[in-house]
């Protein structure tokens, strides 16, 4: 049972990454290109030398990832190669097969900035949260990432790019280098944004006359731990047992009617978790 569990888990991340994969290359093929918009990566490559010299897309970015990949998969190991190569190999096929036509008709490139930004951010979010790349800067991004923790791949990534906007603004001019600095923006705020829901919980201390009661509901009904603390009251003196739970956002209406249905008069402090690790929530080696 337990690896079937594990099976459909694996499903869902490679569904996940294909389909992020595949908005990607949309927002790359018909809102970027046709503005010749370069937003870093090797997406930003082949932009530049489509424009040029009317290389592939998907060319561009299938021949330009082959050192990086040797290199990350020194440093990341075989699961999260096999999941950028589907990731890479899904992107390339987006650019290869999807009907090309442009969905900002008036070739408005603000427009194109944003949106692009918005839907390639979603695309980066999905693949980046299953713990996958979609190859040149973002899986540069995620080795240098090994290194530095404190940094997310997301941040990493819009430094890289930033480089290559660089290399576009000398070909296609300053000012849609600026549109793109615009776009990399969002597309960092987005894809961190999906990355960072998936990592966070809620943190609530429950203090009650009837701990045991809703402690045992908890658990049974939502099989969430429970944690007692020693507490005591500076005014009153009084020692008493207050109960910590960790628990996903969408819980807590859930744990809240619990609680209530107790003891009405219980005191509740509910806090963001911004990243929980552990059984239930994220495991540490899964974890960004």
């Not at 990566?41 to 290389?55: E, K, Q």
């Not at 036509?101 to 949106?115: E, N, Q, R, T």
């Not at 219980?266 to 978790?273: D, E, G, K, R, T």
């Amino acid at each position: 049972m337990v690896n079937i569990f594990k099976k459909r888990s694996a499903l869902r991340e490679y569904l996940l990454i294909i389909a992020g994969s595949f908005i990607m290359g949309y927002a790359i093929k018909n809102i970027l290109d046709p503005v010749n918009l370069v937003t870093g990566g090797v997406s930003g490559f082949a932009v530049i030398f489509n424009g040029l010299w009317g290389v592939p897309l998907w060319v561009t970015n299938t021949v330009l990832n082959i050192p990086l990949f040797i290199v990350t998969y020194i440093i990341k190991g075989k699961g999260f190669m096999l999941k950028t190569i589907t990731a890479t190999a899904a992107l390339s096929v987006a650019l290869a097969i999807i009907p090309e036509h442009s969905i900002i008709s008036d070739g408005d490139i603000l427009l194109s900035a944003v949106f692009g930004g918005l839907i390639i951010g979603t695309g980066t979010g999905l693949v980046f949260m299953n713990r996958a790349t979609t190859g040149g800067t973002d899986m540069l991004a995620a080795d240098i990432q090994h290194f530095m923790r404190h940094k997310s791949v997301a941040q990493i990534l819009m430094v890289l790019d930033g480089l290559v906007v660089l290399l576009g603004a000398g070909i296609f001019g300053i000012n849609k280098a600026l549109y793109a600095v615009i776009s990399i923006f969002i597309v960092t705020a987005v894809s961190d944004r999906i990355i960072d829901g998936l990592k966070l919980g809620k943190a609530i201390y429950i203090i009650s006359d009837r701990n045991p009661e809703i402690a045992e509901r908890i658990m049974n009904e939502m099989n969430r731990g429970v944690t007692y603390i020693k507490a005591g009251g500076m005014y009153t003196g009084t020692q008493r047992d207050m109960l910590y739970v960790v628990i996903r956002g969408r819980e807590v209406p859930q744990v809240k009617d619990i609680i209530y249905d107790e003891d009405k008069n219980a005191f509740v402090i509910l806090s963001n978790a911004t990243e929980v690790l552990g059984e239930g929530f994220i495991e540490r080696e899964n974890a960004l």
